[in-house]
């Protein structure tokens, strides 16, 4: 799933209105195993000034960004905070924890040669799901439709839930990422005549 994606079902299941704290924990815990991707993808291509292809297409299944991605991606860390946390009773890290195991177990399935390994350390394995959310020669219109429609229901049940301002502005900059995708390749058709 994309990352706007997973930041709303995060704050739709766990956050709640009266509690900011949670509701940040919930969309913090969404971002973090994707924030790697965001800052070692964003150092390479913007400040290194590397192509999209070599980032992509090289250093992403490179041991060292793959040793990354076990890290931040592993079900069984995230699995074990999670314990801790309930064991605790530490509400904030419950939400901030479930929110980063939900990304994950959606992740799993949507991966096809772009996986990670979700069970290090107990294992480097990498599951190949027959389908992606991204690549098209593996379904990604159906998920990727599926994922937008579902985004933008929730992104309304949101604007029902929330009452201030700020929390309405940014849940209509969260529907706003999750359909910038569409925006550009709308414009990409539309300049090259398709």
């Given at each position: 799933?994309?990352?706007?994606?997973h930041?709303?079902?995060?704050?739709?299941?766990?956050?709640?209105?009266?509690?900011?704290?949670?509701?940040?924990?919930?969309?913090?815990?969404?971002?973090?195993?994707?924030?790697?991707?965001y800052?070692?993808?964003?150092?390479?291509?913007?400040?290194?000034?590397?192509?999209?292809?070599?980032?992509?297409?090289?250093?992403?299944?490179?041991?060292?960004?793959?040793?990354?991605?076990?890290?931040d991606?592993?079900?069984?860390l995230?699995?074990?905070?999670?314990?801790?946390?309930w064991w605790?009773?530490?509400?904030?890290?419950?939400?901030?924890?479930?929110?980063?195991?939900?990304h994950?177990?959606?992740?799993?399935p949507?991966?096809?040669?772009?996986?990670?390994?979700?069970?290090?350390?107990?294992s480097?394995?990498?599951?190949?799901?027959?389908?992606?959310?991204?690549?098209?020669?593996?379904?990604?219109?159906?998920?990727?439709?599926?994922?937008?429609?579902?985004?933008?229901?929730?992104?309304?049940m949101?604007?029902?839930?929330f009452?201030g301002?700020?929390?309405?502005f940014?849940?209509?900059?969260?529907?706003?990422?999750?359909?910038?995708p569409?925006?550009?390749?709308?414009?990409?058709f539309?300049?090259?005549?398709?």
């Open positions: 799933m994309n990352t706007p994606a930041v709303i079902l995060a704050v739709a299941v766990f956050a709640r209105p009266q509690e900011t704290r949670r509701t940040l924990a919930a969309a913090a815990g969404a971002i973090v195993p994707d924030l790697s991707l800052l070692m993808a964003g150092t390479s291509l913007f400040l290194l000034g590397m192509s999209p292809e070599h980032v992509f297409g090289t250093l992403y299944y490179s041991d060292a960004w793959q040793r990354v991605f076990s890290i991606n592993s079900i069984i995230w699995g074990a905070g999670f314990l801790l946390s605790f009773g530490a509400r904030i890290l419950i939400a901030f924890t479930a929110s980063g195991l939900m994950l177990m959606l992740d799993l949507l991966h096809h040669d772009d996986g990670r390994p979700h069970f290090w350390p107990v480097d394995w990498i599951f190949e799901s027959p389908i992606s959310y991204w690549d098209a020669a593996h379904h990604a219109d159906i998920v990727g439709s599926v994922e937008t429609v579902l985004s933008l229901l929730l992104c309304i949101l604007l029902r839930r009452k301002l700020a929390s309405r940014l849940i209509c900059v969260l529907a706003g990422f999750q359909l910038f569409y925006f550009i390749w709308a414009v990409f539309a300049m090259n005549g398709a």
